[in-house]
């Protein structure tokens, strides 16, 4: 099994002129909207919509990002992004996040991005359709 | 021949969540985003790359940008934003767009952009590809 | 008087490196954010807080906008954005603003911007601090 | 000494509307907008112009961005952005940065920046500005 295939779930999305700064190259906090995209994506296809979650009260938020900058995307690049989740904590999960340049999977980027769930009084939970993909994985079923 | 399939060139996006702002619609700036990533990716498809005529010092620039606000997109709507070109001057080209939301065709938004191009000493002068489409949409081929 | 003192209400911004694009100036989507910005300043200076209005179920929103593009902004260029707004139609107002480069003054875009308000029902209504101010203007207590 | 003053350098800014998301607080991508931008002004103030150093070739560039959140802006919160530097090894410089609302100086986010610059040959050199304040600031004249 190779590096990029260890994603359970995955985005293709190709970069957009304006997405690219004075360098000629993806401004750096844009790189953070890919991987929101994509774990927004992730969700949704577990049955949890973000915005609906929110109009419910329900806020989904990150409290800790870390991103390795590997090599930069240029305009018109096609790209993938990958996305696995692991419990961090009983009530914090991470998602493990890597952008990969297509069709010659170049690691763009790797994150790791710390996130919970606050219920309407405020208080941190995380829904349940996240809690049982959790324990699939950890079961082995996916990986 | 109905409405949406008067543009010659399209391009189907999703809405991202990021895009959207506090009244939870996409942000009016954002449309922007939109119409110039399909107006890229229609110069694209006749042969004219953006990003690589801008490193060849030849900068294609809006000089005027009209936009019919209909309805809003919401979270995860799907929709595509058509293009049209029409000369608007010796030195001036009209991209007529449109954004239609998935699969209803309901309008969001109508735009008239007009630019030109600048050559590597500031004069405007259309690509000779685009002088091309012109001529030939203007013989009818694709109308 | 000259034209730049012409607008009743003006803000003070700095391009920003990030605001910028692969041609080295800002992105044409961003003089939309700019212009936003000023436009919800102008309203909060005469009492119509955006964010509070959208939470209370009232949505100001653009039906129209005309932008004609000038000159380019580049990294780190103060200007100004002004507003002056009129009545468009009994329920629709027209916001229009320019942007000018500081210290100098050269114009850098022209635009109108038609919006109105939606009540909680979703019809239009123009907020009653918006009234008074059309009034004050109107009577040249302003201008 | 209090906390907040520990930043050698800071730069004051505004929630603006178009900067908030879904739910109602600033997008976490903005965030490194915020950051960029704070870091840019303290290069500038150390006579390193990002905008310029590009366009000679030169590329200062993110390699890794560590981001706590802790607490969200809110639209029309002002904030400061603090930026102090350390040196991370012989090609990296550390930028340890933080943003705290204004006037209670609650902390929102805590960050630290790795980043490195590239000369016109693609090899990592840090600017010698920066290797100048990083010297004065190891000496003690700062902190």
Known sequence: MNESSASAFSVVMVVRDYECDLQGVVNNA?????????RHEFLKSIGVD??????????????????????PLRPGDEFFVGVRVERESRLRIAFLQEIRRLPDHAIIL???????????RGRPRLPKEV?????????????
């Not at 973000?50 to 090599?71: C, H, P, S, W």
């Not at 809690?131 to 990986?143: D, F, M, N, P, T």
């Open 110 to 120: 790797k994150a790791r991005i710390v996130g919970t769930a606050l219920d309407a």
């Open 50 to 71: 973000f915005a609906a979650y929110t109009e419910q009260g329900i806020n989904m938020v990150v409290v800790r990002a870390e991103l390795d900058y590997k090599r």
């Open 131 to 143: 809690e049982r993909i959790l324990k699939s994985w950890a079961s082995g079923v996916e990986v």
């Open 30 to 38: 844009v790189y953070q909207h890919y991987l929101e995209h994509a």
